[in-house]
């Protein structure tokens, strides 16, 4: 039996990649440098594949910002816009990743997307009537030749045609079908480039077909393939599905002449089905993807031989390979120093899932794995958890009863008595939360963890950076001001450190987009909180103003989303325990007299099922009460907010009204303000906040721009229902755009409410 991955992280195992293409971004390193950190992350993982004997190592799984990207850009998808800046090849590259404001012009980054129901972000190329779909880029031939170099046969991956053209945003006449043509001499093209190379094996990633698949589709898929796979000549293909089961088209896939079928055997449990159900052709090799590529929790050895066994003895070719992207978990448990042995012995990350399929590699070989020390360690980790069972969590979600979901008095009464108590102007102005995390600020934090500092250092500069924060707002005239979030890592990882059941890493970083990283923390045990988390904060903020401040919490789905989550209970039953424990603070905060409080729901979306038949009752249907339990306690008058970060939640438009917040704040200005008309639609009634710029790009927007949004706005929203403020929170910026930005939008505010005092 051989093994392989779908793909490895890329940022570093220490973020050397992302710190490098930082230093680029300011000009204070060259292209040639940048080049060189992301040859040696390469080499090494490359290197690192072939001790631990993968026979099918990826290339071209290395990229600078994202892979969809890449795909665009080798295929020559690249607007006239940003080919126009005249710049280098990287920098037109980073153009459409980040935007591009010098003395070469002015242009907006491509739209920003979750991958799947991931927290990875990946680029929406945009294709025209004028681009040209042609192979142009040598990126993957290059990196091929790179690992051959180093005596590493690999297997180049590429984003696939059908999930290219599903991916891709049609802004001219054309449509998918137009392009179809050119895609598939492209592609021909890019097989062709491997057989002169003399490439054993190229994988091609098509994680779209594990949505719900029409007829059409289907049609697309089959004509795509039949097309290119008549030229692959000696190249072998294997289709690479990912994120879900292939029930709509498993018979077509078996029918195309692919060498390989990757399946996900974790998310696509009904793969299982399908593959008892159905034969298996003797000639083709099936990469079953039954280590997960997304947690990181130890392979069970047990089940994963039994599966391999059977498939074995049914005479299919297996090859044990992972169930998506390594991308998705953190590189080594190596970095972990302080990781206690007890809980450590348990997790995997990507170098640790290399060593399990090496281990089952051989185990599989032996007769008697039973009895071999490997699987006997491995069995004893799922007989004994310790610290996960907490009997006091357990008697309160067992009590839960329907009166905690259901907020009184209704929306619209609750509405009257807030825009009394609030009695601010209308287009309130207000921010998501956090203010520029700048050096000094990560700098107090870093040094606190250390023990460099004490604790009453570290809190009389949070509480400068607190001070300067609302003076700053006050300045700027901001309407509902916020304390900044400088005590905040991470808005997952911040209460994850404080609430009972909380594992936590220390270098365990997984790239979210970009050269921006996340740190999941993980879901050990039952979840409590113990004391009040941001209480402190808030309220020493409201002390230094008249204004009203928000409170800042993250919802209880986003802290299950973004965390590394138990695979021992249900995601409902640890969504509750989280949303009792966010209650509670809430609660706190209304106690200590703080009037609006946001509750922070970013991921709600990204974990949404990703067949639609599937919403409600694998994931809506718990995730909605849950964020509703967070607040069904607060009197009338206090308000709750919700913000969501590139929400195109079009399509869940009555579930999220079904939050029964009062405000929601959300991404909208990179996806072009689409929103509205489906709120609009849906006589959506909680009020609105749609972002008025991007905050994910430097570029200062506008008193005009920021205008022509917020009268796009009031196009579709009514006047009374509508706030001002970006579209995320700030940490990432720097303080002098940020300055810019909000000044900007102020004096939109201003002169719209000016142009409207009539309409009132
Ligand atoms: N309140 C958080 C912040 O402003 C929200 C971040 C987010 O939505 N990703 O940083
Ligand atoms: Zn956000």
Redesign the pocket.
Known sequence: MKTSIIGYPRVGSLRELKFQTEKYFRQEITEEALQKTARQIRQSQWQLQAVNGIDFIPSNDFSFYDLLLDTAVLFNIIPERYRNLGLSELDTYFALARGYQGDKGDVKALPMKKWFNTNYHYLVPEIDDQTEVKLIGKKPFLEYEEAKELGIETQPVVIGPFTLLKKLRYVGSQKAEDYVQAICVAYQDFLKGFQSLGTGWVQFDEPNVVYDLSQEDIHLLQKLYSEILAQKGEVKVLVQTYFGDVKDCYEELLALDFDGIGLDFVEGRQNFDLLDKHSFPKDKLLFSGLINGKNIWRNNYQLTLEKLQAWQDRGIKVVLNTSSSLLHVPYSLKHEEKLKTTYRKHFAFAEEKLEELRDLKALIQSEKYVKDARYLKNQALFENRPDSYNPQVRQRTSAITEDLFTRQPAFGEREKIQKEAFNGPILPTT?????PQTQEVKKNRSDFKKGKIDQATYEAFNRQKIKECIALQEELGLDVL?HG?FE?ND?VEYFGEQLDGYVFTEKAWVQSYGTRCVKPPIIWGDISRSQTMTVKWTTYAASLTEQPVKG?L?GPV?ILNWSFPREDISLKESAYQIALAIRDEVLDLEAHGIKII?V?E??LREKLPLRKSDWYSEYLDWAIPAFRMVHSGVQASTQIHT???YSEFTDIIPAIDAMDADVITFEASRSNLLILDALKANHFQTEVGPGVYDIHSPRVPSVEEIKTALYKMLDKIPIEKLWVNPD????TRGEKETKGSLSHLVQAVKEVRNENKGSI
């Open positions: 921010t998501i939360g956090s203010f916020v979030e905040r808005m800042m993250t986003t946001q922070d970013a991921a913000h969501m970060c995320c929170g700030l940490k």
